[in-house]
T-cell receptor, first 114, second 116 residues
C-alpha cells in the first residue's frame, strides 16, 4: 500500500520567514495530494491540494509543488505569521479496496516565533 | 459549504461499555465517509472506509467486530466502539467525501474518547 514520509517533524521559524515541509510517497499511481492544517484539539482543515496533472499551485502565501518523477511534494508558506503555528499533514490518495483513500504523513509541528 | 459535524465531542465511559459516535454531512451528500483514529501527537490513521448502503471496508489490523460502522444514509455514518477498554482511548475523527467532488475529504471536529 501507499506510504507517505514527511519531514521535518518539527519546524521553528521566525515570523516573516518562510517554512518548507517535504513529503515523499511510494505509490506511483497516486494522483491527488492535499495538505491539512490541524490546530490543537481541532479538526484537520484543508489548506491546499494539488493533482498529478500540475506541478505547482499557489494560494496567497501558500504554495505546493509536485515532482511526480521523484514522487515528492512540498508545502511552502511565505511571510509566516504566528497564526500559522499548527501541525501540518500531507497526504496522498491511492486506490483502496473501497475506492480512493488518503494516507497521511506523520505531521510537522510548525512554531512561528513572533 | 462542506460542513461535517460529529457527536458527541467528548465522552468518558467505563471499561466494557459501548460508545456510539455519529458523523453527519450537513450541507452535502456523502457517498463515502471515513473513520480515523488519532493518538496524541501522532498522525491520522485510517480505520475504515464506509460507502453508503454497503458494508464498511476495514484497514488491516482494525477489528470489525469491535468497531462497528453503519452508513445507512448519504448524510449519516456511525461508529460504535464495543466493549471499550482503556487502550481504545483516542481522538476519533470522521471525514466525508461528496459524490460530486472527487477526492476532497472534509473532516468532522472529532470525538475525544476516554475509557476508564
Amino acid at each position: 500500500g501507499e506510504n507517505v514520509e514527511q519531514h521535518p517533524s518539527t519546524l521553528s521559524v521566525q515570523e516573516g520567514d518562510s517554512a518548507v515541509i517535504k513529503c515523499t510517497y511510494s505509490d506511483s499511481a497516486s494522483n491527488y495530494f492535499p495538505w491539512y492544517k490541524q490546530e490543537l484539539g481541532k479538526r484537520p482543515q484543508l489548506i491546499i491540494d494539488i493533482r498529478s496533472n500540475v506541478g505547482e499551485k499557489k494560494d496567497q502565501r501558500i504554495a505546493v509543488t509536485l515532482n511526480k518523477t521523484a514522487k515528492h511534494f512540498s508545502l511552502h508558506i511565505t511571510e509566516t505569521q504566528p497564526e500559522d503555528s499548527a501541525v501540518y499533514f500531507c497526504a496522498a490518495s491511492s486506490r483502496g479496496a473501497a475506492g480512493n483513500k488518503l494516507t497521511f504523513g506523520g505531521g510537522t509541528r510548525v512554531l512561528v516565533k513572533p | 459549504g462542506a460542513v461535517v459535524s460529529q457527536h458527541p465531542s467528548w465522552v468518558i465511559c467505563k471499561s466494557g461499555t459501548s460508545v456510539k459516535i455519529e458523523c453527519r454531512s450537513l450541507d452535502f451528500q456523502a457517498t463515502t465517509m471515513f473513520w480515523y483514529r488519532q493518538f496524541p501527537k501522532q498522525s491520522l490513521m485510517l480505520m475504515a472506509t464506509s460507502n453508503e448502503g454497503s458494508k464498511a471496508t476495514y484497514e488491516q489490523g482494525v477489528e470489525k467486530d469491535k468497531f462497528l460502522i453503519n452508513h445507512a444514509s448519504l448524510t449519516l455514518s456511525t461508529l460504535t466502539v464495543t466493549s471499550a477498554h482503556p487502550e481504545d482511548s483516542s481522538f476519533y475523527i470522521c471525514s466525508a467525501r461528496a459524490a460530486t467532488n472527487g477526492e476532497t475529504q472534509y473532516f468532522g471536529p472529532g470525538t475525544r474518547l476516554l475509557v476508564l
